[in-house]
């Protein structure tokens, strides 16, 4: 299968040429890509966001394609979901928020397939037969387990509180528990990251729960070294806010912004998403507390 790329998207994007010319040939095998993993580990040392928002719906296409070819290989799978899940945050940065829904339902439907085909879990599964299904899931499943989730986590952070999507969420807790039973660390915490998160989506005569949130986020921030600075967003934007902490709220997000995005190399496109929302979140500081 070959990509055909229109000569005038070419036009004045100079810096794209190499990696449009190799889309067909990596496809059949060429020019030195060996596999999609790297592909993405290279997307995530990207630290030129324009570059990325070019090129985000050639490298979409192509994953698209691949799986189209192998539609249950699972690596495909787990590449396709994170791709997929990070461009639902990377694209209102590149001026196309409306675009963060489509793309998060194509995150959830890979997600989704990577579950099924790894643990037998399926969203019309309810508690107990996840629970379940999840006893039999160990290590060599963590990857598979954690990428299927947080694509599925994606799809309904862009419901806007509708009923199909909430009722979503406890099934995503046990896979998010789990993961915290087999290896915590996993993605830099991030179930504990997901797990903060949570505590804060109702208020606290609904069932909210601060203290676990604000756990759950210290602990993620203890395992990535403060280094994965979505953590200290999300801190910032649930927990704080939750509970009205402003001097917390802004250390937070002048952390973000005071960190140096090349100590931290593998993590630098997160980063620099972080960075943005962190900038905008302490100039609407008055706006909340």
Not at 103 to 129: C, F, H, P, V, W
Not at 145 to 159: D, L, N, S
Request: charged fraction near 25%; glycine fraction near 6%.
């Amino acid at each position: 299968m070959t990509l055909i790329i229109p000569l005038r998207t070419l036009k004045n994007r100079r810096r794209r040429l190499a990696s449009l010319v190799c889309l067909p040939l990596f496809i059949l095998g060429g020019c030195g890509f060996p596999t999609v993993s790297n592909l993405v580990e290279g997307l995530n040392h990207q630290n030129d966001l324009e570059l990325v928002c070019d090129g985000s719906s050639s490298y979409l296409l192509l994953v698209d394609s691949l799986l189209v070819r192998d539609p249950n290989d699972i690596k495909l799978l787990v590449n396709a979901t994170k791709t997929y899940s990070a461009y639902t945050t990377v694209i209102p940065e590149c001026g196309r928020p409306e675009r963060s829904a489509v793309l998060s339902e194509k995150a959830r439907g890979y997600g989704l397939r990577l579950l099924k085909e790894t643990t037998g879990i399926k969203q019309s599964d309810n508690l107990e037969q996840i629970s379940k299904k999840l006893q039999a899931v160990d290590r060599g499943d963590l990857e598979a387990v954690f990428w299927g989730a947080y694509g599925w986590a994606r799809w309904i952070t862009y419901q806007q509180g509708a009923p199909a999507a909430v009722i979503d969420l406890p099934r995503l807790e046990l896979l998010m528990q789990r993961i915290i039973e087999l290896d915590e660390t996993f993605y830099n915490g991030g179930a504990h990251l997901f797990m903060g998160i949570y505590h804060t989506l109702k208020p606290v005569a609904y069932g909210g729960d601060p203290e676990a949130s604000r756990r759950h986020f210290d602990k993620a921030l203890k395992i990535s070294g403060r280094r994965f600075l979505p953590i200290q967003v999300a801190y910032a934007e649930h927990y704080a806010r939750m509970v009205l902490d402003r001097e917390l709220y802004r250390n937070l997000l002048e952390e973000v912004l005071a960190f140096d995005l090349s100590s931290a190399p593998e993590m630098t496109l997160s980063n620099l998403i972080a960075r943005k929302q962190a900038k905008r979140l302490l100039e609407d500081t008055d706006n909340y507390f």
